[in-house]
C-alpha cells in the first residue's frame, strides 16, 4: 500500500471476506491498546485486502465497519419480508350459520338512508345459498328514496375489497343489491349496486344522504339467480366488478377516510346476501 491507502472493488471485498469470517470480539476495555495487540483482529486481513496488511489500529476500524455492514445487511434480508407479511390481510369470510332463520345477522347494525319504515334485515333459509342461509332484507316499503342498511360493525377501513353473492327475490319499485364503502354514517358513503329491474350496475357517492352518480355501466342482471359484485377501493380509485369480471374503474376522493362496509338495497328490494368477504388492502 502506498501511505496506508488501498483501493478494492465491492466484489472482490464481499469474495475475500467470505475467507476471513473469523467472529471478531473486540474488548472494549482494551480499546487503547489497539494499536500494540495484534490478537484483537481475528482475521487475516493481509489476505482481504491483497497486500500489505494496515496498521493494527487501522484493521480493528475496518474491520469493525464491515462488521456493522454485514449485520446491516443481514437485519435487512430479515425485517423486509416480515414487513411484507404483515401487510398482507387474510379475508374476513362472514359465517351466516351462526345465527338462526328470523334473527337478526350476528355483528350487523340495522339502518337506513333517506325516507320509509325501518329496515328489517334478518337471517334466512336459502337451498341456494352456499352455506344453506342468507342475509335477507325482508322489508317491501315502496318509499322509492329508501336505502336499507345492513352495517358490519367489526371492520373499519379505507383500503380494501368487497365481494359477496346476491340475489334480487323481489320488488316491484326497485330489485337491487349493492354494498356500501368507507361508510361514516348512515347519509354518507360510496355504494355499489346492481338493479335486476334495470339491467345496469352504478356507483354512487352519498353526501349528507344525497346520492351523486359516479359511474355505471350495462350488463344482464337477471332476477332469481345469485350474481357476484365486488368493489376494491385503493385511495381515490374505485374498481367495480361483476360475476367476476371488471366493469369500469373510477376515482373521487370525497370520503378519505377509514369507513364501515355494509350491505345495502333500494326501496322494496328483497334481496339475498351470502359469501360476504371483505379483504384489509395495504
Known amino acids: 500500500m502506498d501511505k496506508g491507502r488501498f483501493s478494492i472493488s465491492a466484489a472482490d471485498l464481499y469474495a475475500r471476506l467470505g475467507r476471513a469470517a473469523a467472529p471478531i470480539v473486540i474488548d472494549a476495555r482494551r480499546a487503547p491498546a489497539f494499536e500494540a495487540d495484534e490478537r484483537m483482529v481475528a482475521p487475516d486481513l493481509a489476505g ?56 337478526e345477522p350476528e355483528n350487523f347494525s340495522i339502518s337506513r338512508t333517506g325516507r320509509g319504515e325501518a329496515a328489517r334485515w334478518i337471517i334466512v333459509d336459502d337451498a341456494t345459498a352456499s352455506e344453506g342461509r342468507a342475509v335477507a332484507q325482508m322489508s317491501t316499503d315502496r ?38 364503502v368507507r361508510l361514516s354514517t348512515p347519509d354518507d358513503y360510496y355504494v355499489v349496486r346492481a338493479n335486476a329491474l334495470e ?53 373521487d376522493k370525497t370520503f378519505a377516510d377509514p369507513g364501515k362496509v355494509a350491505l345495502w338495497t333500494k326501496a322494496d328490494s328483497v334481496t339475498h346476501f351470502d359469501a360476504i368477504e371483505i379483504t384489509a388492502l395495504p
Not at 318509499?143 to 334480487?168: C, H, I, Q, S, W
Not at 377501493?233 to 371488471?246: L, N, P, Q, Y
Open 48 to 103: 482481504v485486502f491483497g497486500r500489505r496488511a494496515p496498521s493494527p489500529l487501522r484493521r480493528s476500524r475496518w474491520m469493525i465497519l464491515l462488521r456493522a455492514l454485514s449485520t446491516a445487511i443481514a437485519l435487512l434480508l430479515v425485517i423486509r419480508p416480515i414487513a411484507s407479511e404483515a401487510q398482507v390481510s387474510s379475508p374476513i369470510r362472514i359465517d351466516l350459520s351462526k345465527t338462526e332463520p328470523g334473527q
Open 143 to 180: 318509499t322509492d328514496y329508501r336505502f336499507p342498511l345492513a352495517v358490519y360493525k367489526p371492520f373499519m377501513g379505507k383500503n380494501l375489497e368487497v365481494k359477496l353473492r346476491f340475489k334480487a327475490v323481489a320488488g316491484t319499485v326497485d330489485e337491487a343489491g349493492g354494498i356500501a
Open 199 to 251: 339491467d345496469n350496475v352504478r356507483f354512487y357517492r352519498v353526501v349528507h344522504g344525497k346520492r351523486e352518480q359516479l359511474a355505471a355501466a350495462d350488463t344482464k342482471v337477471s332476477a332469481k339467480e345469485w350474481h357476484m359484485l365486488g368493489i376494491r377501493a385503493e385511495g381515490e380509485r374505485f374498481t367495480i366488478s361483476f360475476d367476476g369480471k371488471v366493469l369500469f374503474t373510477t376515482t
